[in-house]
Every structure is written in C-alpha cells, then in structure tokens.
C-alpha cells in the first residue's frame, strides 16, 4: 500500500526521530512512503543515506497537487495542512486516516487505543479519524521494532564498533552513554560514577555541554573520564546502546531503543511544565518494575525518581541484577506484535 505520513518538527530530535524510523520500517515491508516534513535537517544526520521506498516532501505550504495515498498517518496531532485533507474527504475510497499518538505506559493508552473520531467539520468532514496508540502491552499499538533488530543486535561486536569510532576502551572499564535535557541532577550523576572505571560517552548538545561544564577541559573526576560524541545516524546511536554498560535516554524514541538494547538504562522524560511527566514517569515504572524483586528494584526506582527530579543522593543499584531484568523486560516487549505489523494489519482491515 502507499503512505503518507505527516511530521511537524516541534522541538528537539523525537518527532523526525519517530517518523523517520516509522517510514523506513514501512518501506523495509515493501510499502511506498510519502514523509511530509516541515524541517528535514536532522535527517542529514540522522539518515544520511535515506531509505529506498521513502520519499521526503517539504510540508505542503497551501495546496498540494497530489492525490492522497491509500493511508495518511498523522503523527503527534500534528494536523496536516487543509488543502491536503479536502483533497483527502474527495478521494474514493476516502484514505484510511490514522493519528498516531506519543507513547505511554498510562493506562488510558489501553482504552484509547483503536478508537475512530468521526470529523464533523472543517475540511475532513465525513472522513474518520482513527486514534493508534503505541504503547508497551498486547492491548496498544506496540512500539516500532523493525524486522530483524534484536538478530542483529545479537551479531554485533561492541568492540569493534568501538575501535571504529576511535573509543579506546580500557579493560574492565565500564561504559555509560548519556543523552539528556538540562538536567540538574548531571553533577550528582557524575560524582556516583566517578568512583568505579567508567568511560562516559556524551551525546551531542545538551548533555556534552553539561558535561563539559561539570568536568572542565580534564573530562575527567576520579575513576571517571568523558568523551564527547558527534551527530551520529539512528543506526549509529543503536551501536551506541548495544556498546554499552548503562545508557541514559531521554523522550521517546531513543527510550524505546534502549529498551530493544537490553541493558540497563535511565530514562529522562521529556519535562512538562504541568508535572504531567511525571504520571508518565511513574506508569512506566509501575509496568517495568512489576514482578522485581530485592534491593536493587527499590533502587532502580529511587534512581529513575532522582535523575527526573527528586531531591537526594543518587545511587547507582547492582549492574547484574539490573541487566538481568533489562533483558528480560525487552523478551516480554519482543512478544507483542511490533507497531509496523500492527499498522498493516490495521490498514488491511479497514481498507
Ligand atoms: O530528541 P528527543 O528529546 O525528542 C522528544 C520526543 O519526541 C518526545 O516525544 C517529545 O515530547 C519531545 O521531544 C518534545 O528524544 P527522542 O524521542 O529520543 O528522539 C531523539 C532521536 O534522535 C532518536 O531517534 C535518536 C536520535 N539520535 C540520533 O540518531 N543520533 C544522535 O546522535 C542522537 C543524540 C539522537
């Protein structure tokens, strides 16, 4: 079938970030994707080569001269342009139109994934929207795992991608990725790691600078020594979170990965003025958490409440135990059906 799917830029990396793995993944099943973007420049790096089977538009300014494909996902309520959706109420049959919502673990997720919105007015009048929920249970829409991912995680040589990044890995040292917002809880991070070999590898903008800041030109504090990254592609970034001990993410899509990376990781959630970041935090923990046992659960939650916000010491719980769960947790996510199968099967029954 043939896609359309609309992305709208709104701040940091998560929206292309989404949508761009979305429509390759679409595109890896043989679909044609249409990305309609209204700022493509994180794609240089992000995807420097592109997908076969993905073709990026610049977001339609006014009417478009082009008939809407067989489905138009609309991402994050991102409400495509209304010359597009006239065009979209005239076609027959009328595209199945989707809007895919931000990932959570809360439980109205369940209850709202699936569900149609018929438009009253404006220029979708007649049409029906339906609301896809990506989510971390058989009742969601799952999360975006593209074919193939955890067989390929399984082949990969850290070492090697390391080498190749001229990472000098010293023996027996431990490896932290970092990718966060403005967090002020970075110099209480950087003091727990600093007491065991740790190499900390600091993403490109808010956290290398932080970083920098904290460690002054040494990059280093203890047992402790930081590298600052580059830009690097999606696939880059997974080979970043495969090679490491722990890795700290943030929003929603580099969150999703780590959990398919099957190693111990920290999430930062995307902080909300109204607090709301903190529902999401806890839902997610409650889902996570669930079934863990001992010392090292309490905390993992103590640590998670700390790095999005809580006052304390922060403490890094046993790695083993840890990685054990993390591994575990991503076999429990793999058996659901992933969001691109799901997104076909929809397709293919509402078509
Ligand atoms: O950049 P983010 O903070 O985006 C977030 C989310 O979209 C969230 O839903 C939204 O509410 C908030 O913005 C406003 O984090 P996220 O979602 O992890 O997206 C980052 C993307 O960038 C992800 O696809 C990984 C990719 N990435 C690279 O490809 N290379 C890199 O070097 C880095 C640091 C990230």
Redesign the pocket.
């Given at each position: 079938m043939k896609w359309d799917l609309f992305c709208r830029v709104?701040?940091?990396?998560?929206?292309v970030?989404?949508c761009w793995?979305l429509a390759a993944d679409l595109a890896a099943r043989g679909e044609q994707v249409r990305l309609w973007i209204d700022d493509a420049s994180a794609l240089a790096?992000?995807a420097p080569h592109g997908a076969r089977g993905v073709e990026v538009r610049a977001w339609p300014q006014g009417d478009v001269d082009v008939e809407p494909f067989d489905v138009v996902i609309e991402t994050f309520g991102c409400d495509p342009p209304a010359p597009f959706v006239a065009r979209m109420a005239a076609r027959r049959p009328a595209p199945l139109w989707i809007n895919l919502e931000?990932?959570s673990a809360e439980p109205y997720v369940e209850r709202s994934h699936g569900l149609p919105s018929p438009q009253s007015g404006g220029p979708g009048a007649g049409l029906l929207k339906w609301f896809f929920y990506p989510g971390f249970t058989a009742y969601t829409g799952g999360l975006i795992r593209e074919q193939g991912l955890l067989q390929r995680r399984q082949a990969f040589d850290a070492a090697e991608w390391l080498r190749s990044r001229s990472i000098a890995r010293r023996p027996g040292e431990r490896v932290v990725s970092l990718?966060c917002?403005e967090n002020p809880a970075l110099p209480a991070l950087l003091a727990a790691l600093a007491d065991t070999q740790t190499l900390l590898l600091a993403?490109?903008?808010h956290a290398s600078r932080q970083v920098a800041t904290a460690l002054g030109a040494s990059m280093a504090r203890g047992a402790l020594r930081a590298v600052t990254?580059p830009?690097?592609?999606?696939l880059d970034?997974d080979h970043l979170l495969w090679s490491a001990d722990l890795n700290l993410?943030?929003?929603?899509?580099?969150?999703v990965?780590a959990q398919w990376a099957g190693v111990p990781f920290l999430w930062h959630a995307?902080p909300q003025h109204d607090g709301a970041h903190q529902a999401k935090l806890d839902a997610f923990l409650t889902r996570h958490l669930d079934g863990a046992s001992g010392a090292w659960a309490l905390r993992c939650r103590d640590l998670w409440l700390r790095w999005n916000g809580a006052a304390g010491q922060l403490q890094l719980p046993p790695l083993e135990p840890w990685r054990a769960h993390c591994q575990a947790w991503c076999d429990k996510l793999a058996a659901h059906q992933d969001l691109g199968t799901q997104l076909l099967s929809f397709a293919r029954e509402k078509s």
């Open positions: 709104v701040d940091n990396f998560g929206d970030g989404v793995r790096w992000m931000y990932l990718f917002y993403t490109v903008g990254l830009h690097l592609s999606q970034f993410v943030r929003g929603e899509d580099s969150f990965r995307y």
